[in-house]
């Protein structure tokens, strides 16, 4: 695509997350390659609202899931950050099984301390957040 062939719909995603646009890669007068600022192209911007919508759709899942205590708090932060049991293992140093038996809630009860800060930190939250998980309130921990 040549430089001025940029899409430059005004979408105000592109403002609101990415700064001055998204960056793309074009072709200059030499057939060069040079980086240009796009302010959005219209199709894009329709699949991104979609996927944002199904990963809303997701931790909403999760949340209810947790809230009727089918599910641990693991189950919804592991959704809430994008992730799946394989990656969350990666990062745990776990075995995908042992992720998975972590989102029973009877399981997530008896998890070690230890255990659950390093779910903590991966998840790049307070241990109380993750510990004292409120379904209602899923960004404050509940009262003790």
Do not use: C
Request: hydrophobic share 35%; charged share 30%.
């Amino acid at each position: 695509m040549k430089k001025n062939e940029v899409p430059q719909d005004d979408e105000p995603i592109y403002q609101n997350k990415f700064g001055d646009g998204l960056l793309k890669y074009a072709t200059d007068e030499q057939n060069e390659y040079v980086a240009v600022r796009s302010a959005g192209w219209e199709p894009e911007i329709v699949a991104l609202k979609q996927a944002w919508e199904l990963v809303e759709e997701k931790v909403e899942f999760a949340r209810q899931e947790v809230k009727s205590g089918r599910k641990s708090p693991i189950f919804y932060f592991m959704e809430k950050k994008l992730m799946d049991p394989g990656i969350l293992a990666g990062y745990m140093g776990l075995w995908r099984w042992q992720v998975n038996r972590h989102f029973k809630p009877g399981v997530f009860d008896k998890l070690k301390s230890s255990t659950l800060e390093k779910y903590a930190k991966v998840f790049d939250i307070d241990i109380e957040l993750l510990a004292h998980f409120d379904p209602n309130h899923p960004e404050t921990p509940k009262k003790a």
